[in-house]
Nanobody, 122 residues
Framework: QVHLVESGGGLVPAGGSLRLSCVFS????????MGWFRQGTGKKREFVAA????????YYADSVKGRFNISRDNAANTVELRMNSLKPEDTAVYYC???????????????WGQGTQVTVFS
């Protein structure tokens, strides 16, 4: 059973940076595409970024392009989301997601973590 654990959330001023990390266990990490989603209070969960199993392909929501960067380390079974130039509207619970197909990660990932809170204050 795949298990995902996020970490790295916190309280940060607008313009600041955070690095989220997600540790994958329970299967062969390199067989999975990975993604990050977020859900603000009273909002629907939205896609943030995704990365293919070999890191050759990455995708970002328009709202975070140029500010966020997704990466992975297949030797360490981890995926990271580096967030720069944070804005108050980036405040949300951030979730790590995994699926064997990149298209599925973006649309309907099979596995999810519990989330980590990111709060950006102005």
């Amino acid at each position: 059973q795949v298990h995902l654990v996020e970490s790295g959330g916190g309280l940060v001023p607008a313009g600041g940076s955070l690095r989220l990390s997600c540790v994958f266990s329970g299967d062969a990490f390199a067989s999975y595409s990975m993604g990050w989603f977020r859900q603000g209070t009273g909002k629907k969960r939205e896609f943030v970024a995704a990365i293919s199993w070999n890191a050759f392909s990455t995708y970002y929501a328009d709202s975070v392009k140029g500010r966020f960067n997704i990466s992975r380390d297949n030797a360490a079974n981890t995926v990271e989301l580096r967030m720069n130039s944070l804005k108050p509207e980036d405040t949300a619970v951030y979730y790590c997601a995994a699926d064997s197909h990149l298209a599925s990660v973006v649309s309907a990932a099979k596995y999810w973590g519990q989330g980590t809170q990111v709060t950006v204050f102005s």
